[in-house]
């Protein structure tokens, strides 16, 4: 089991930046996969990107813009969101996936201006 907690999220204009950290209780070394989703008002949460032991993948959305990362080291797992659009203003969860494992953070909220 692990507890994942959020952080880093806040208001920008467009064209900024913010960097997501995503904190787990224990080692998330072994955790299959670290990702990170959004969910906007009245949409369906989507994935953003996720992180393997070796492989990444991106929304097509956000694809050159973001960068997942992740350091097994400090337990966290992080997203660099750069050339940001009000179209990417979502609350943004962290999620851990494993045999047996499926746990989200409470979520950060992100909110892009015009």
């Known amino acids: 089991q692990v507890q994942l907690v959020e952080s880093g999220g806040g208001l920008v204009q467009a064209g900024g930046s913010l960097r997501l950290s995503c904190a787990a209780s224990r080692s998330i070394f072994g955790i299959k996969a670290m990702g990170w989703y959004r969910q906007a008002p009245g949409k369906q949460r989507e994935l953003v990107a996720v992180?393997?032991?070796?492989?990444?993948n991106y929304a097509d959305s956000v694809k050159g813009r973001f960068t997942i990362s992740r350091d097994n080291a400090k337990n966290m797992v992080n997203l660099q969101m750069n050339s940001l659009k009000p179209e990417d203003t979502a609350v943004y969860y962290c999620n851990a996936k494993g045999y047996g494992l499926d746990t989200w953070g409470q979520g950060t909220q992100v909110t892009v201006s015009s």
């Open positions: 992180i393997t032991s070796n492989t990444i």
